[in-house]
T-cell receptor, first 115, second 114 residues
Framework: QKEVEQNSGPLSVPEGAIASLNCTYSDRVSQSFFWYRQYSGKSPELIMS????GDKEDGRFTAQLNKASQYVSLLIRDSQPSDSATYLCAVNRGNYGGSQGNLIFGKGTKLSVKP | DAGVTQSPTHLIKTRGQHVTLRCSPISGHKSVSWYQQVLGQGPQFIFQ???????GRGNFPDRFSARQFPNYSSELNVNALLLGDSALYLCASSLHLGAQETQYFGPGTRLLVL
């Protein structure tokens, strides 16, 4: 079982719709969770971070975390063509197993927003 | 404020050669991490440095090494390059270590090994 799993997509939604991106992780000691957006040929850009169970909203973005289910999601409301990118879910296990908090990434979900 | 900077932006090498990649963190950031991203995959952790000391190492062979300088900039060295080393190499910086520290990525160095 991979440590961080995402549906690779592509996920296609019409402009103005809600895009729902999902991520599961295998290690219960995971402490922090991040969503990065990566445009083709570019580096990852932080969208949201979430550390405790529940929802966290920032503009059109909402991150949801359920540690019991080991599940984190990202909702994008009023999707725009400029949101078309690969969305990477990343997990930080903190100081566990000798690590000082490196990020473990999923493969990413490719989102396409159609005008 | 300047973000994370990396040099060079692109690099072409042949098998067996050596390469050095450079990274300057955001001003004030003391932690630098290196990641390798091959096409179609998420970034994979290589090293993390904090205050010039190695604080984490991913599952990469000994051909990969790194160091951090007193000004917190960092170098990643790869010896005896293989075709499979072709990837985007990303540097990320954070203020400190810790699970809730946000890591900010540089633009990356795209390495092609022929």
């Amino acid at each position: 079982q991979k440590e961080v799993e995402q549906n690779s997509g592509p996920l296609s939604v019409p402009e103005g719709a809600i895009a729902s991106l999902n991520c599961t992780y295998s290690d219960r000691v995971s402490q922090s969770f991040f969503w990065y957006r990566q445009y083709s040929g570019k580096s990852p850009e932080l969208i949201m971070s979430i550390y405790s169970n529940g929802d966290k909203e920032d503009g059109r973005f909402t991150a949801q975390l359920n540690k019991a289910s080991q599940y984190v999601s990202l909702l994008i409301r009023d999707s725009q063509p400029s949101d078309s990118a690969t969305y990477l879910c990343a997990v930080n296990r903190g100081n566990y197993g000798g690590s000082q908090g490196n990020l473990i990434f999923g493969k990413g979900t490719k989102l396409s927003v159609k005008p | 404020d300047a973000g994370v900077t990396q040099s060079p932006t692109h690099l072409i090498k042949t098998r067996g050669q050596h390469v050095t990649l450079r990274c300057s963190p955001i001003s004030g950031h003391k932690s630098v991490s290196w990641y390798q991203q091959v096409l179609g995959q998420g970034p994979q952790f290589i090293f993390q440095y904090y205050e010039k000391e190695e604080r984490g190492r991913g599952n990469f062979p000994d051909r990969f090494s790194a160091r951090q300088f007193p000004n917190y900039s960092s170098e990643l060295n790869v010896n005896a390059l293989l075709l499979g080393d072709s990837a985007l190499y990303l540097c990320a910086s954070s203020l400190h270590l810790g699970a809730q520290e946000t890591q900010y990525f540089g633009p990356g160095t795209r390495l092609l090994v022929l």
